[in-house]
């Protein structure tokens, strides 16, 4: 588009370094031909929707240029309105002529402004019935016609102003005697638009506000239209929040001088004044809002208010909060007060989840209004401070996340409404507070939100201990991995003085005995590297507790019963942890007894938790209480392997994969341990080598090598879902592992022993799990076929379906765009092309009833329609396409998952595109 720039320059007169303008503003509109052009093709292209979109998009784009300067507009806004008028009142025309007229029209008020259009448009008599009988034909839930409601009411807003009275322009002919009047038709389309919830409400307020006042419309009128309003208020779901509004414009319009200031907005202002101490109200000050009459009915808009914070829907109980902050802002200080002192009942334990986060939210309201003075502050941040650790199990889900978040929120208001001076008691305890939810919440949004709130108060307020150097790690991503914050960032946290003791109490208090056991392991498993730094500060206190648990719990009999299970599981994962961190008790024989026999008791459970949790804590434990040349150890290993041949099943289940728990010392000479364990399978083989002329019972020969590696390849086709996820991805990458140890170990002594066939399955297996969803057991595919170079297309593209065609973001922003860039890199190579394009079809046909493959491959195919890659020449699409849009029929006939539906539908709606002889077969 060609339009003149004005641009302004730095270079000159000093003087003009103080002046703001516009870097680049257009002089003229100079689209004026083009955009009557644009209005005139109106009436050919209308039926035909892709040129009626191309026309629109143009039209949009240029006139959004003037969205910055839309005065520029002006001297040609009549040209363009009678045009648009034209079409739009010429009831002869086709509805959807007459729709995308109004379309144009709302475009150009958008840019221009309704308060500058509606001066232009016609306002005459004549008017009136048109414009009514075009209301009257629309249907007010129509989403697409949105835009000709708009203008029509807007247009109705200026011609209910005519200086005649209503009457006179009502049909006096004798067929109009059922007529209705036309102020009651006016009324009637008030208060059905009023109704509907689309940008056309606010022409109609306007409509309303102009038609209610007139002389003659509100001695009939009025009361009628305020009945009504008030009775749609008192019903309607934002009746609060109108409440609040209203009663606020009957409070004297005046900011409590009793209210804490901070300061100035203004930098100027602040910087003249200097530094002065902030003032307390002075008696006159009181005085004045003692003398203030508060309306009687205050107390009652209050109280409605606070049941609003109680109330079970988050929007209701924002609105309240809102409420109270706006009219506690004009009330005397006394009043106020109370109003505080109910919103601090809320926070009891016999409230429910609901009054706890609207009364932080009401808090927040409060204090970023500087409503809260610095008496109040005490009893505030207790209260903020348990808000910050609420956590309520109820069946298995907790609930507490939303008052988290809120109390973080109002910190972070804290921050903002109080000088230093002020919060300077309260600093640690609240930096201590933001820090734990930090690291140690277990919802994102919450470690996302105490963040914020700290940085707020870290720049701020400037007296949070090592602010800077915290914030620093502790950043909006940094946080967002629980894995991370628990681990890595309590650790780093940990080392400043002032926050050890929170960080560790909040464990000692709230996690240790957390309800959600996942949350527990990812905490504590790296609990060593923490309590390197904090063993001392444990003390002697908490030591003797964690010594004497065992015997506790054992003497009241909390093993057994319903219980039992839950209790050994937990004492298990104390031994565990305890032996990582290396708690002193190396010289308490006793002890170590207790929990050698605890941990026996456990290995024999009927529950295979027990079992597991012991089998997890024996390692550690051994490995930190019992020396690897203690005699102890060898009578250990004996009568483990007595257990082998209990004849109890538990007893060996639970045993089993003990034995493998001792140092290298003690199974060195044990080969027995290698037959019985079948997770040691690829370490045995390394172990007793490779002799392709050997006995199958003492080596790795050519009769028992390809059963071992068809087991390993077994392994990597478990796709186990439970509900923690697709938990046979560590089936398939403990498998992998195995297959490269195996074959690296052939391959250095007797590699003839490899058949072409299991080679080929090999590599295919692999290749697919490189581009599996799941970035750990790609990365370890990855490092497997470094090794074991190959190539299989078919294998690949079967597992860049998944990724493509998946549900992770960034998932499949990067596989797709690997893929596409791969094949438009090669898209001279028509042979290659055609090979992946009859891929394709080999793999939809092969998994047509297979949803996990059907769905995503759908998604890949219309990513690449997209994308304009091109598999064939143009003599061979055809059949191509053919093949695939009768694949497509046949997976999704009949089928009822509507995910695949949709993805059959979007690719059906791509493949209109391709070649005009394909849209018949699609429709088809």
Not at 72 to 83: C, I, W
Not at 222 to 240: H, P, Q, R, T
Not at 395 to 413: L, M, P, T
Not at 784 to 798: G, S, W
């Amino acid at each position: 588009m060609d339009t003149s720039r004005n641009r302004t320059s730095s270079e000159g007169n000093a003087d003009d370094t103080d002046s703001i303008g516009l870097g680049c503003a257009l002089e003229v509109f100079k689209e004026y031909e083009e955009i009557i052009s644009l209005i005139v093709q109106l009436k050919t292209i209308y039926n035909d929707q892709s040129q009626s979109e191309k026309v629109t998009e143009r039209y949009m784009y240029i006139l959004n240029q003037y969205q910055e300067q839309p005065h520029l507009l002006d001297r040609y806004l009549d040209d363009f309105l009678n045009e648009l008028l034209k079409v739009a009142r010429n009831t002869e025309n086709e509805k959807s002529l007459q729709y995308l007229a109004f379309k144009f029209l709302y475009i150009i008020t958008k840019v221009r402004g309704y308060k500058v259009v509606l001066r232009h448009l016609p306002h005459e008599v004549s008017d009136v019935e048109p414009v009514l009988s075009l209301l009257n034909e629309q249907d007010p839930h129509d989403a697409a016609t949105w835009e000709t409601r708009y203008m029509l009411l807007l247009w109705m807003s200026i011609i209910v102003m005519i200086p005649f009275h209503m009457n006179r322009l009502d049909d006096t002919s004798d067929n109009s005697s059922e007529k209705k009047p036309i102020m009651q038709r006016i009324i009637d389309i008030i208060k059905l638009y009023l109704s509907v919830s689309d940008k056309a409400k606010r022409r109609c307020c306007l409509l309303a506000a102009h038609f209610i006042t007139r002389p003659d419309v509100k001695d009939v009128y009025l009361k009628e239209y305020l009945d009504w309003s008030l009775k749609m208020l008192i019903s309607a779901e934002n009746g609060l929040k109108t409440y609040s509004k209203n009663w606020f414009e009957f409070l004297r319009v005046k900011i409590a001088s009793w209210r804490y200031s901070r300061g100035k907005r203004s930098l100027t202002d602040n910087l003249a004044y200097g530094d002065v101490a902030k003032q307390m109200p002075t008696k006159e000050e009181d005085l004045d809002d003692e003398d203030y009459d508060i309306p009687d009915e205050t107390e009652d808009i209050i109280e409605q208010l606070l049941v609003g914070l109680r109330d079970k829907d988050t929007i209701i109980r924002w609105s309240a909060a809102k409420g109270i902050g706006r009219i506690t802002g004009r009330l005397p200080k006394e009043l106020a007060d109370d109003v505080v002192t109910s919103v601090l009942e809320l926070f009891s334990l016999r409230e429910s989840d609901s009054a706890w986060h609207g009364g932080c939210l009401a808090l927040a309201e409060l204090g970023r209004r500087g409503l809260i003075i610095p008496q109040h502050l005490d009893r505030v941040v207790s209260v903020v401070l348990k808000a910050l650790i609420y956590d309520e199990q109820r069946g298995n889900f907790s609930v507490g996340a939303h008052i988290r978040d809120a109390a973080c929120y109002v910190c972070w208001s804290f921050a903002r409404a109080y000088d230093p001076t002020v919060l300077q008691p309260y600093v640690n305890s609240i930096a201590g507070a933001l820090l734990v939810a930090t690291v140690f919440d277990r919802e994102i949004t919450c470690r996302r939100a105490a963040s914020a709130a700290f940085q707020e108060n870290v720049g701020r307020q400037g007296t949070f201990p090592h602010g800077i150097e915290i914030l620093t790690e502790t950043d909006y991503y940094a946080v967002g991995s629980r894995h991370n914050s628990f681990l890595n960032l309590s650790v780093y946290i940990a080392q400043f003085s002032e926050y050890t003791l929170p960080l560790i109490n909040h464990l000692l208090e709230f996690k240790i005995n957390h309800w959600d056991t996942a949350k527990l392991s990812t905490l504590l498993s790296k609990q060593k590297s923490s309590t390197e730094t904090i063993e001392d500060i444990l003390g002697a206190e908490v030591l003797e507790k964690i010594r004497s648990l065992t015997f506790v719990l054992d003497q009241r009999g909390l093993f057994r019963g319903l219980g039992g299970i839950l209790m050994r599981n937990a004492i298990c994962l104390l031994i565990e942890k305890s032996s990582i961190a290396a708690l002193p008790f190396h010289n308490n024989k006793e002890l170590i007894e207790k929990w050698k026999e605890t941990l026996d008791n456990c290995l024999q459970h009927a529950d295979s938790s027990v079992r597991s949790s012991a089998v997890s804590a024996l390692p550690h434990f051994l490995h930190q209480y019992y020396p690897p040349d203690s005699p102890q150890c060898h009578i250990f290993l004996k009568h483990y392997l007595e257990q082998l041949s209990s004849n109890h099943m538990d007893t060996r289940c639970g045993f089993c994969p003990c034995c493998g728990s001792f140092s290298k010392l003690h199974i060195k000479s044990w080969a027995e341990s290698r037959r019985d364990a079948i997770k040691a399978l690829s370490q045995v083989a390394v172990t007793v080598g490779i002799d392709s002329t050997g006995n199958e019972n003492d080596s790795i020969c050519q009769s028992n090598l390809d059963t071992i590696l068809n087991t390993f390849l077994a392994g990597t086709n478990d796709y186990t879902l439970d509900s923690r996820g697709e938990i046979g991805a560590i089936v398939r990458e403990s498998a992998m592992i195995a297959i490269q140890e195996t074959i690296c170990l052939v391959l250095s002594k007797e590699p003839q022993m490899l058949s072409e066939d299991i080679v080929c399955k090999i590599f295919q297996v692999i290749l697919q799990q490189c581009t599996e969803k799941i970035d750990r057991t790609r990365a370890v595919a990855g490092n497997v076929f470094e090794n074991l170079l190959m190539n299989n297309p078919k294998n690949l593209l079967l597992g860049f379906v998944v990724s493509v065609g998946g549900l992770t973001e960034s998932l499949v922003k990067y596989s797709s765009s690997a893929f596409v860039s791969y094949l438009l890199s090669n898209q001279s190579n028509m042979e290659l092309m055609k090979a992946i394009a009859n891929d394709l079809l080999s793999i939809l046909k092969e998994n047509c009833q297979n949803d996990r493959i059907v769905i995503p491959l759908f998604k890949m195919m219309n990513y690449l329609l997209l994308s304009d890659i091109i598999f064939l020449t143009e003599n061979e699409q055809s059949d191509f396409y053919d093949q695939l849009i009768n694949l497509i029929w046949m997976c999704s006939y009949k089928s009822r998952d509507p995910q695949k539906i949709i993805a059959a539908v979007d690719l059906f709606c791509n493949l209109l595109q391709v070649f005009k002889t394909m849209r018949d077969s699609v429709i088809e």
